[in-house]
């Protein structure tokens, strides 16, 4: 019989600190216990250095604390820190790391944007099972894209792009709503910049299912998309592009404040999910996809899972 461990997830990401608190066990499902989010934000106190403001690092680092806080009053048995694009990216980011090292306990790991695709497609692997064939997983976090392909665990092909939501605001989006000549300028960058990677993805055999994680595609499936079942706590959504289409133009109309009033926006992704939006649409578009389905499983979950593999 294997042993629970008590884990304590701690995703320093682009957008949120997220610590999720699960009791896992070889060959079980995590069970979550606990869980906090702080919004952060990080992409918005990026200097043009390439640094990290000193508010920027404060609020990271409070928010690590109030995460810290909730894993010793969860009796945490083990902690996986880690930490993804913004901190990864910043020129700063080695001293932001150490200092997050120190009131973790631990050194964090700093995921390549690889480590996250290929985490992320074993957590979907894992919870969409070999009956579902070959895989096709997209994933939009705050500071970039990730795109892996393949039919085991370990992706055939795994790739990340700085095309997250959080920052493609920033660099093409400072209006609230967004001109329409900055929101085609952000179209044709996203353009540009996949066409290499997209070349490589065609090349492979063509997926029996394409899925989408992460918090932007579940906020746009449900906003855009269709509930086609719901299976204990986890609803199953798909979205098509066409219906996605639709919608990001109406989208960049309205302010940020405004899109809070519709479904599925939430407070902390409203002012970058226009960008993701566009990043999804032309994401799909240009890789042939027609309908994608979410996955409730993401980058987390694929560090759970890759820990207790390893146990």
């Known amino acids: 019989m294997s042993t629970t461990t008590r884990l304590g997830v701690l995703d320093i990401g682009s957008n949120t600190v997220h610590l999720a608190v699960v009791d896992a066990a070889y060959a079980a499902r995590p069970v979550q216990a606990a869980g906090a989010r702080t919004v952060v934000r990080i992409m918005r106190y990026l200097r043009p250095d390439g640094s990290l403001s000193p508010e920027g690092v404060a609020a990271m680092l409070a928010a690590v604390d109030d995460a810290m806080a909730l894993a010793r009053e969860s009796a945490v048995d083990e902690m996986l820190p880690m930490a993804t694009s913004a901190l990864r990216d910043a020129t700063n980011g080695p001293e932001v790391l150490a200092a997050i090292g120190e009131r973790v306990g631990q050194p964090v790991r700093v995921l390549s944007g690889e480590d996250e695709s290929r985490l992320t497609f074993l957590a979907a692997r894992r919870w969409h099972g070999w009956a579902a064939g070959r895989l096709l997983v997209l994933d939009i976090g705050g500071g970039s894209l990730e795109i892996a392909s393949g039919v085991d665990e370990e992706p055939d092909l795994a790739a990340s792009l700085p095309l997250g939501a959080g920052r493609m605001t920033m660099a093409f989006l400072p209006d609230d709503p967004p001109a329409p000549e900055h929101v085609e300028a952000l179209r044709e960058h996203v353009r ?120």
């Open 192 to 311: 540009a910049t996949l066409a290499p990677t997209v070349e490589a993805f065609r090349a492979l055999p063509a997926p029996d299912h394409v899925v989408a994680t992460s918090k932007t595609f579940r906020s746009l499936a449900r906003l855009a998309g269709m509930q086609t079942e719901a299976v204990g706590p986890d609803d199953r959504w798909r979205m098509r592009r066409s219906q996605l289409a639709d919608w990001v133009p109406r989208l960049a109309r309205i302010t940020a404040e405004g899109r809070t009033a519709l479904p599925g926006i939430t407070p902390e992704r409203t002012f970058q999910i226009v960008a993701g939006g566009v990043v999804a649409v032309e994401t799909m578009r240009a890789l042939g996809v027609d309908e994608v389905e979410i996955c409730p499983w993401a980058l987390r979950e694929g560090a759970i899972l890759r820990r207790l593999d390893h146990s």
